[in-house]
């Protein structure tokens, strides 16, 4: 079974959110979605997040056909996941620069390949939560 990882906060699940995951769905046999703890997206995002408590945000990707199961992690990086689980696939979004993500180098350690899709940013939680706060100003 060839399982594919990705991760991220996944703070208010957006149109972009649904094209990466149905994208890395594709990648391999297993989906698995790792998401920080919502201690670790206050310490790597802001005090004032997560919006979405991480046990409701685990629920919403569960329930995608596309995901086939989702974990939890607190620190701020998943590498520890990503070593436990040896996926032979790691998909990042389109933002992410492929020197920059974490884990990437060990699973091309293990003969696995890391997949960042080449298409234009169009969605990011943080511009909707400023949008947002625009708004409510």
Same mark, same amino acid.
């Given at each position: !079974?060839?399982? /594919?990882?990705?991760?991220? *906060?996944?703070?208010?699940?957006?149109?972009?959110?649904?094209?990466?995951?149905?994208?890395? %769905?594709?990648?391999?046999?297993?989906?698995?979605?790792?998401?920080? %703890?919502?201690?670790? *997206?206050?310490?790597?995002?802001?005090?004032?997040?997560?919006?979405?408590?991480?046990?409701?945000?685990?629920? !919403?990707?569960?329930?995608?056909? #596309? +995901?086939?199961?989702?974990?939890?992690?607190?620190?701020? @990086?998943?590498?520890?996941?990503?070593?436990?689980?040896?996926?032979?696939?790691? /998909?990042?979004?389109?933002? #992410?620069?492929? @020197?920059?993500?974490?884990?990437?180098?060990? /699973?091309?350690?293990?003969?696995?390949?890391? *997949? /960042?899709?080449?298409?234009?940013?169009?969605?990011?939680? @943080?511009?909707? +939560?400023?949008? !947002?706060?625009? #708004?409510?100003?």
């Amino acid at each position: !079974m060839k399982i /594919v990882f990705t991760n991220g *906060v996944f703070d208010l699940l957006h149109v972009g959110h649904l094209r990466l995951l149905h994208f890395a %769905s594709l990648q391999g046999d297993w989906l698995v979605v790792a998401i920080n %703890s919502d201690a670790s *997206v206050r310490r790597i995002k802001s005090p004032n997040r997560p919006i979405i408590p991480a046990e409701e945000r685990a629920e !919403m990707l569960f329930a995608l056909r #596309c +995901v086939d199961d989702v974990q939890i992690f607190d620190e701020d @990086t998943p590498e520890l996941l990503i070593r436990r689980l040896r996926p032979a696939v790691l /998909v990042k979004g389109p933002s #992410c620069q492929r @020197t920059t993500i974490p884990g990437a180098d060990l /699973v091309e350690s293990w003969g696995g390949r890391v *997949v /960042v899709p080449d298409w234009p940013i169009r969605h990011s939680t @943080t511009a909707i +939560v400023t949008q !947002m706060r625009q #708004c409510n100003g």
